[in-house]
């Protein structure tokens, strides 16, 4: 699925990002993330393999939302709730993260603040259905 531009614009804005990742169990588990953008897939990076990595390399279904801060004509809290399937790509978390810090921090900071981080892991999410409230609905709430 395409992701539309108001959506895009939402992301790149550096809004915190919940991502819901299905334990072994089938019990949701909820991390706060950075996100980004890589063409048509959104990304996140981790430099240890933790819960959500091992989530994901178990079961791809994820979800991620993200809060507008934006009202609709009906006064809601506009939001949108992203669903897909992920998949994780060994390596190449530290430079994400570097190039997301400039966002989620400030321009220059330096992320991971260490010498030589491990490569980590980068997950790439296809987003299949969009839900929420706001423009990328289509309905007037």
């Given at each position: 699925m395409k992701i539309p531009p108001e959506i895009r614009m939402l992301i790149e804005s550096?809004?915190?990002?919940?991502?819901?990742?299905?334990?072994?169990?089938?019990?949701?588990?909820?991390?706060?993330?950075?996100?980004?953008?890589?063409?048509?897939?959104?990304?996140?990076?981790h430099l240890p393999k933790n819960k959500k990595v091992n989530n994901i390399l178990r079961d791809p279904r994820v979800a991620i939302s993200l809060?507008?801060?934006?009202?609709?004509a009906m006064e809601l809290t506009e939001y949108v709730v992203l669903y897909g399937k992920a998949r994780i790509q060994e390596g190449g978390a530290p430079e994400l993260l570097q190039k997301l810090?400039?966002?989620?921090?400030?321009?220059g900071a330096?992320?991971?603040p260490m010498e030589n981080p491990p490569p980590g892991y980068v997950t790439r999410i296809r987003?299949?259905?969009?839900?929420?409230?706001?423009?990328?609905?289509?309905?007037?709430?």
């Amino acid at each position: 699925m395409k992701i539309p531009p108001e959506i895009r614009m939402l992301i790149e804005s550096g809004r915190p990002a919940h991502l819901v990742t299905l334990n072994p169990d089938g019990s949701p588990q909820v991390t706060l993330i950075w996100i980004g953008l890589d063409g048509e897939e959104i990304v996140a990076g981790h430099l240890p393999k933790n819960k959500k990595v091992n989530n994901i390399l178990r079961d791809p279904r994820v979800a991620i939302s993200l809060e507008a801060g934006t009202r609709s004509a009906m006064e809601l809290t506009e939001y949108v709730v992203l669903y897909g399937k992920a998949r994780i790509q060994e390596g190449g978390a530290p430079e994400l993260l570097q190039k997301l810090a400039d966002i989620y921090i400030r321009p220059g900071a330096k992320f991971p603040p260490m010498e030589n981080p491990p490569p980590g892991y980068v997950t790439r999410i296809r987003v299949d259905r969009i839900a929420g409230v706001g423009p990328w609905t289509g309905r007037p709430v």
